[in-house]
């Protein structure tokens, strides 16, 4: 996106570092055609990126703060792709009240490390019952693995998410795996990316 931001559009430095790599680890997971639902599209920079991507898809953010949505709807007006739905409201962490009730993939970048635990509970809820059979629901974002030593880095940013709100920090990955395994989601692939974190792709069984 070479645009500058349009009025109301908010710009987040990381995702210009992030969005090229990102988008080729989330490619080949995608289907050709159908609706994906991005969860906790934020600025809503990739929302565009991603949409301009596929445009086979149907592309859905959505977010709970009111901010993004306004940011997302800016991008959005100014990217006018036919493809990029309009915001919608959605709190991750109350999946039967999503306004969504299916979709053929979903997206969920850098949230479940700055939100409540709910929040990714509440997710593999949605995801479970979303998505199709061999549906892929796509994270991205740090993580804690076993036997994996944890760069400084992604320490102290652990530690800055938890000063900020006890309830935020990494997530083991474990954790979320066998939380994903609870509501019918297996891990698939794990794909190390820049900067220190990690893109995981689970498909519905």
Known sequence: MSNPPPPGARVSPSTARNRDPILRALRPFLPQEGLILEIAAGAGEHAVQFAAAFPGLRWQPTDDDPEALASIAAWRDQAALPNLLAPLKLDASHPDNWPVDRADGMVNINMIHISPWSAA?????????????GGALFLYGPYIERDVPTAPSNLDFDQSLKSRNPGWGLRHLDDVTALAQKHGLTLVERIAMPANNLSLVFRKR
């Open 121 to 133: 509970q509440g997710l593999m809820v949605g995801a479970g019952r979303l998505l199709p059979v």
